[in-house]
Structure formats: C-alpha cells, structure tokens
C-alpha cells in the first residue's frame, strides 16, 4: 500500500495562489490514479480533481475549473495542485488519494480511493 503526505498549505489572500504536493512512499505514484479532495468545518468532503496514472487524463469539479491543475511527476513520487486565483470559499484541509487503474483511467468515485493522506491546511483570507 502507498502512504501519501501532503505539503505546502498555508494562509493566502483572496486571489492568491499556493502549490500543494502530494509525496507518495511504500509504493510509486505510477502505480495509482490520484485525486485531490477538500472538507471544510461542517461541510461534506468535496472532490475536486484527479489525474490518471500516466497523467494525460485529468478531471475538474466545476468549482475548481480553470483555476486548479493537477499534474505528476511519477520521476519525483510526487503529484501536485496549483491553486490560482484563491477564493475565501476555497478554505479547506486538502487531502490526497490513490487509487487502483489503469493507465489511462480518471477516477470519480471517491469509494475507490483506498489510501490516503492526512491532509493540509489552506486558508484564504477575503
């Protein structure tokens, strides 16, 4: 089983911007389909992004499109989420997952994720 440690969170004005990484030991990222998920103090966990294992395949929540990426760097273990354009909204522990597929599979189903991180703080302030 992989473990995952997240980094990189932090406080950050509306607007902002921070990279989050997800560091992968015990096993390679290359061997599991990544997501990223969010819960904030009385909300549901949220799912927000995913990447593939080979990283040509990626998904979005709407909430996050076009101002979140998701990338890899199966070299490194290591798969990251560049958060541009921040909103107070957006205020969350971020968590990392993995998840068995194939090469080229996007996973959306949270009850896939099987092994996950224990999560960073990122606080946007207005």
């Known amino acids: 089983q992989v473990q995952l440690v997240e980094s990189g969170g932090g406080l950050v004005q509306a607007g902002g911007s921070l990279r989050l990484s997800c560091a992968a030991s015990?096993?390679?990222?290359?061997?599991?389909?990544i997501g990223w998920f969010r819960q904030s103090p009385g909300k549901e966990r949220e799912f927000i992004t995913a990447?593939?294992?080979?990283?040509?395949?990626?998904f979005y929540a709407d909430s996050v499109k076009g101002r979140f990426t998701i990338s890899r760097d199966n070299a490194k273990n290591t798969v990251y989420l560049q958060m541009d354009s921040l909103k107070p909204e957006d205020t969350a522990v971020y968590h990392c997952?993995?998840?068995?597929?194939?090469?080229?599979?996007?996973?959306?189903?949270?009850?896939?994720?099987?092994?996950w991180g224990q999560g960073t703080q990122v606080t946007v302030s207005s």
């Open positions: 997952a993995a998840a068995g597929a194939t090469y080229y599979t996007v996973v959306v189903t949270t009850s896939e994720y099987d092994s």
């Open positions: 015990g096993r390679t990222t290359s061997s599991y389909a």
């Open positions: 990447i593939s294992r080979r990283g040509g395949n990626t």
